[in-house]
């Protein structure tokens, strides 16, 4: 009886993507298992792709095609990846091979290469039966030996595929095609060598004196052999052929910088509403199969969260089982990522998109192996091969960070969930400010909850002062310091103390606009001001990366005059030093920190008191613990406050409670002054007073009113195109065949659905976005509705110009 595999294959469409069955040939029956990559021929032209095999069967199959090669030695996924990548097709509208592509580092992705080589019974080298350019073509893969890749052949000889002589060599079987599977990053190995001992046979007196060598030492690299004897490695090949010597591999692994740290294992000492929220959750993780698989440990800023389930995670590992902790950005987070490695050292692995691929691929393997037990990562650590898990972390579990924006578009938080109720693991949730559906999930007993109400040790929550802007200020004048926190800031550093200065926007000026058209200098190929930086006299688009150098002259009506407008980290820095002259000022936002590691170089320079005063975007908001902040200050607080989109206020407080959290965490007293001209604003209010479950009671009542989540899901369904026009109209012919359906075989479905509108940014990238919102109850039965109307539209020809895709509960409705 025949094998047949179930196969996902890569770059298939969403509506057309399934298992695939192929023919497993009789010489790979030992080496094609589920969890293993293999080539496979694919549509109408059988051009060859990658595969992921996730089941096998005996059935027979008529005209079925067969499996090509294995690519792996043993499954890169096991039983619960895969069971992982179906269960993410059906929730997130992604392909199988997607969801696949998450789960193993990007360093391990193949791709197919063609490459060609003379066919194996070709022995015709008579030069007259060919002209020049066919002889040459011969020649150069003669001289290769080995299967040449197109690019070398098209660098060699200027031809492509589709030159006449390449293609008549290819059809009179002169030469051939093959497809190499291509690794993105090699291995890490370390060459070595080792003597057979007793070996009595000939020997050169150089070859003799490298052998001597080798008995001492029992096995050293080849370089280091090389290096110390001052032989060459022909001499190390010589003896390996004579049989003194073999050669074999040894598995160096890249570790990440970041992660240098001396271990310390001192025992952390907990207060008393620390070690009773540690006792609960060390009770409910035994019992996690008997109860909820998932807790919330709520705490104000510097209560102890991270102490509490460091001493858990202790007690998991203890038990032999494996962790993973979230965090919402590593480069936020660069003092947790330290504490981490003090205490573990190198059972600790690294998992975000700061890494090199062969530092991705390395961890990922030590995690796999066993050697490191503890995946400490972004929202991709999620998937993280971690052996007998036991426990996942998400810490800052509000953040946004966890939901994906591009396909798949999971949620890691849905993901971690998922994960531990199929490996009977538990799941904790951890934030000073919880999202507003965790705090409803918790208070209505469907996750346990713990809280942390008072700061570790002496420390005190920092006084909030709310200062009035519109008093303070005239309008239209660009002082990002106002007068109060002006003098905040000069008494904290004539005692010697730092502080924090959060603007969430980066650049110099925000938009410049003409004098005399009133024109705003906008993206060409997005719907969007462009912003001003100053640090490279240019105006650059945020969305696209699109920049222009510096103008005088306004680009739309031509006359000379712009005036510029808003608020920048960059001016912020310039005024902060006509402030304090005298002082160090440190700016902290993606333009400054962007290379590799100098967030955390500068963060530990801050740490040692080398800078006074600390200006940037959100990277200054969370994760941050400095003894000596005693001064938090907020310009621009309400910015975000009155967007269109429902989390705004949310968000607002979330990070005014996270930033004011930052000042007094130590032994002194912290104080925190923020800005804004709408005082009056409840959500500034509650975030001064640091009243989390006020905000969480008032933010319920109105998500109940206006039915948003958690009262209810959100589908929003996206259309992107290059013509307006052509890009509503599919947005409304998706509006009417959801209709169809809704009213038909599923009329019992609960729906309120919004008509297409163009999206809050409505051009991005040259492409034109509108959306359409549907309030719904995300079970098996919609998604099925769903997934049918997405497979149906896209075989309408009219718009297949038009990208759709779904996003279920999305961070910000577009």
Known sequence: MSTLARIA???????????????????????????????????????????????????????IKTVLSVLDREPVLDREGL?????????????????????????????????YVLSAGFTDFDRENYDGLSWQIIMALR????????EK??????????????????????????????????????????????????????????????????????????YFTGASPAVVKALCEKGAAEVFQYEIYRRPEALAAEEDHDDLILSESQQKALEEL?????????????????????????????????????????????????SLTPQTLRRFQSRFGDQVAVFHSGLSLGERMDEWRRVRQGRARIAVGTRSAVFAP?????????????????????????????????????????????????????????????????????????????EVQLVDMNWEDHPGSEHAVGMALGEALIENFRRGKQSIVLLNRRGYHTFASCRSCREVVSCPNCSISLTYHTANRRFMCHYCGYSAPLMKKCPSCGSEGLAFRGLGTQKAEEQLRELLPKARILRMDTDSMSGRYSLERSLQEFARGEYD?????????????????????????????????????ERTFDLLTQVVGRAGRGRLPGRAVIQTFAPENPVLGLAAKQD????????????????????????????????????????????????????????????????????????????????????????????EMIARLLTAFAGLREFRQVTVYADPNPNRII
């Open 83 to 115: 069971g992982l990548a179906l269960w993410m097709k059906n929730r997130y509208y992604c392909t199988l091979f997607e969801a696949v592509k998450l789960m193993i580092p990007a360093g391990l992705h193949f791709r197919l290469k063609d490459s």
């Open 386 to 462: 971690v052996q007998k898990l036991g426990l996942i972390v998400i810490d800052e579990e509000q953040e946004h960070t966890y939901k994906s924006e591009a396909s798949p578009r999971y949620d890691a938080r849905e993901v971690a969930r998922y994960r531990c109720a199929r490996s009977d693991a538990f799941c904790l949730l951890s934030s000073a400010t919880p999202s507003v559906e965790t705090f409803h999930m918790a208070r209505e007993g469907r996750f346990r909850f713990h809280k942390l109400e008072d700061r570790f040790g002496r420390a005190v929550m920092p």
């Open 153 to 226: 052949l098209s660098a060699a000889l200027g031809i492509t595929r589709d030159c006449p002589e390449f293609k008549a060599l290819q059809a009179g079987g002169v030469v051939c095609r093959v497809n190499l599977a291509m690794n993105r990053v090699k291995d890490a190995v370390s060459k070595m060598v080792r003597p057979i001992p007793g070996f009595d046979g000939r020997l050169t007196p150089r070859q003799r004196e490298v052998y001597g060598v080798l008995c001492d030492v029992g096995e050293v690299s080849e370089k280091e052999l090389c």
């Open 9 to 63: 294959v890569e770059n298939t469409v969403y509506h057309f993507d399934k298992l695939f069955t192929y023919l497993v040939p009789e010489e790979l029956y030992k080496t094609v298992r589920p969890g293993v990559r293999v080539t496979v021929p694919f549509g109408a032209g059988s051009r060859e792709r990658v595969g992921m095999v996730f089941d096998l069967d005996g059935q027979e199959g008529e005209g």
């Open 692 to 783: 989390y479950f006020g905000f969480a009671e008032r933010e319920l009542a109105y998500r109940k009113a206006m039915l948003y989540p958690p009262f209810v899901d959100l589908l929003v369904i996206g259309f992107v195109g290059g013509d307006e026009k052509l890009t509503r109209r599919s947005a409304e012919r998706f509006l009417q065949e959801l209709e169809g359906l809704a009213r038909g075989e599923y009329a019992g479905l609960p729906l309120r659905v919004l008509r297409p509108s163009p999206a809050a940014i409505a051009r991005v990238s040259g492409k034109y976005r509108y959306k359409l919102i549907i309030k719904c109850q995300n079970g098996p039965r919609f998604r």
């Open 282 to 330: 060390t009770e409910e993780y035994e019992n996690a199969r008997e109860g909820s698989r998932c807790a919330l440990l709520y705490g104000v800023t510097g209560s102890g969260k991270t102490s509490v389930y460091l001493k858990l995670i202790d007690h998991v590992l203890a038990k032999g089982r494996g962790v993973i902790v979230m965090v919402p950005e590593i």
């Open 143 to 150: 001289s290769h030996g080995r299967a040449m890749p197109m």
């Open 613 to 649: 005063v600390m200006v940037g975007t959100q990277m200054v908001a969370k994760g941050l613990d400095f003894e000596n902040v005693t001064l938090v200050g907020v310009i621009s607080a309400d910015q975000t406050l009155y967007s269109d989109d429902f989390r705004s206020g």
